[in-house]
């Protein structure tokens, strides 16, 4: 029987709001730093909330190192401006984030299955030999070697523009440009809208790479914090953006990595507005919008977009296959500008690739392929996830995502994950710490898996991290 330490849905979201809600306090100055905080009872009593959820709130924000607790004395608001939180100044990304970051890079590289690391699919569920990636005419046209157009193979594009209904979009093949990649399109835009020393918000944990972009054209991050059942918080990303000249916010809001998280529609309405508003620019990943254990896809968020600047990106590198690099964006009223940024920086996007996806997406193989494959993903994750929680410490909340291959476990206390690491990684096991998903250090007591190679006989090796873990914590 799963235990309720394990974010039952209810339970989260009250501790998680109110925690939320203290910290925007904290925040926009109602607490100080180094004043002391009303006490579980008195929480408990002004809240209407019992004495355990007001502890498990205040304790997800000593987690994440914002609030500290003093035996006999109670919880109080920690100095947080030199190392956990980003609203009060934006950061660069520091090379000693980078040295922790290539040295995994390293280690994962280096084995030949890192089933708990790669946020992929397992190739032999991937249809990359298939047949119908290349048809015999295709092998032996020409045009494949020729320049394509600037804007990528129009019949993708259309291919692409018929499934966008899906998302709750309807455009036209003119407004996609097809890219070398999910990440090509994202460093497009960058590069386009921003100039160094701007600053960019951030949900918290964030995909790593993005940092790698940031950094290479000089802007500054603030981590928004993000909840695993409603994504980025909208009410302390309003209060950030009234204080500082944020330029771009970039977000993952369905089937997040590496939270698993998918916005609900009310706040994806809410952020768009939010941003149209103060024009600042909305950049969305939905590079695992396909991949959902639902019966319907998710919206994306520039399905609410009513003045056409919200700008999406995605990928088919988690559905198709890796190797493939081939991914596209809708820029919307920015389309004009963005294709001669594309223009400038890699002419095109090569055309095998392009018939490659062409091929598999007409006639109905796509659909096919991704019923079979979220089949499986939601069964692998569901095994993943029962055998953490059987084998975890039961003080571990492991989220419980609707899509996508990444499961986000969090321990509560002081462990520091990167030593864990260390251990399992002797050990032959390999996972990715949670320090990779913020420069402040909030995560460091956090971990995710990818469920995209999973097996039941691999339940050896979650019991072994299970092991690892518990000698390393003070419950």
Sequence with gaps: MERSAHYEKKKETLYGEIAAKIELQILSGSYQKGERLPSLRQLSRRLGISINTAREAYGSLENRRIIEGRPQSGYYVRDYSDNCCSLEKPRMVQDDFLTQYNSMM??????KQNPFCSAV???????????????????????????????????LRVEIARRSIDSGLSISPEEVIITEGGMAAISLIIKHFTIPGDTVALESPFYYNFLFLLREFGLRVIEIPAGPD?????DILEFVISRHPVKAVITVPTNNNPTGSTMPD?????????????????LEDDIYGDVSFEDKRPKVCKAFDSTDSTILCSSFSKSLAPGLRLGWMVPGKHYEKVLAVKTMTNVATGLPSQYMALNFLRGGHYDRHMRQLNRMAAERMHNLREAVINNFPPEAEVTNPGGGFVLWINLPGSGDMNQVYKQARAAGVLFTPGSLFSLEGRWNSALRLSAGYYKPDMEDDIMLLGRIITGNWEF
């Excluded at 390293?106 to 084995?111: E, H, V």
């Excluded at 569920?125 to 129009?154: I, T």
């Excluded at 009310?266 to 909305?282: A, D």
């Design 106 to 111: 390293n280690d994962f590289l280096d084995q």
């Design 121 to 155: 699919f397992e190739l032999d569920a991937l249809p990359w030999s298939n047949k119908l990636f290349l048809s015999r005419e295709d092998q032996l046209n020409m045009n494949l070697f020729e320049y394509p157009e600037l804007s990528g193979l129009y019949e």
């Design 230 to 234: 409603t994504g980025m918080n909208l």
């Design 266 to 282: 009310e706040n994806k309405r809410k952020l768009v507005q939010m941003l149209e508003e103060k024009n600042i620019l909305l």
